[in-house]
């Protein structure tokens, strides 16, 4: 079985993914890890280096290879993954089960500004316009979000929240 999570940065993908994974049983990939460990840099480090279209054309390969080359795994996607090239159609051809783990714009800007230092897409952004970013951000990647099989309300307990995932899968 094929577990994709997707959401936006700081909606708990990775923690309740690994939780999940085993609850389940199975492996547990998280895609940006999962990159680092092919490329021997960071995340953060190939953008600064390579920029971002060369980091989607990366991730979407790196998307394929995982969902291609394991037949049981739950993948916690980065959250911009389902919102380029043909990552979403990928997605849902390739597994069984896709999650989108939905939360408030607050609640995502509280999550966001504890963890600002690790994600460079938001590191150089005030505090006060962290609110304005997330929710014109998240507008533009909903559309792909929403097309996840199921579409699951993230707050919660990771122990909630998997589950809830759960119950949804019929597991």
């Known amino acids: 079985m094929k577990i994709v999570l997707m959401g936006y940065m700081a909606s708990g993908k990775s923690t309740v993914g690994r939780l999940l994974a085993s609850d389940l049983e199975i492996p547990f990939i ?14 953060q480090t190939i953008f600064s ?5 060369y980091f989607r054309k990366l991730e979407h390969q790196m998307l394929q290879k995982v969902l291609s080359e394991n037949e049981s795994i739950v993948l916690s996607t980065g959250g911009g993954t389902p919102c380029y090239g043909n ?11 896709s999650v989108y783990l939905q939360m408030s714009i607050p609640d995502l800007v509280d999550r ?11 590191q150089a ?9 997330v929710g014109k951000h998240l507008f533009e990647r909903i559309p792909f979000y929403a097309q996840a099989q199921h579409v699951l309300n ?18």
Not at 31 to 43: P, T, Y
Not at 49 to 53: F, H, K, L, Q, S
Not at 154 to 171: Q, R, S
């Open 30 to 43: 998280d895609l940006d890890d999962f990159i680092e460990e092919q490329e021997k840099k960071s995340i």
């Open 49 to 53: 280096e390579r920029g971002e279209i």
């Open 125 to 133: 952004i005030a505090d006060e316009d962290l609110p304005e970013f």
């Open 154 to 171: 993230g707050k919660g307990t990771p122990a909630e929240v998997v589950a809830d995932i759960k119950k949804h899968l019929l597991l």
């Open 112 to 122: 966001i500004a504890k963890g600002k230092a690790n994600r460079p897409l938001v």
């Open 87 to 97: 990552n979403m159609q990928t997605i849902l051809e390739q597994a069984d089960h």
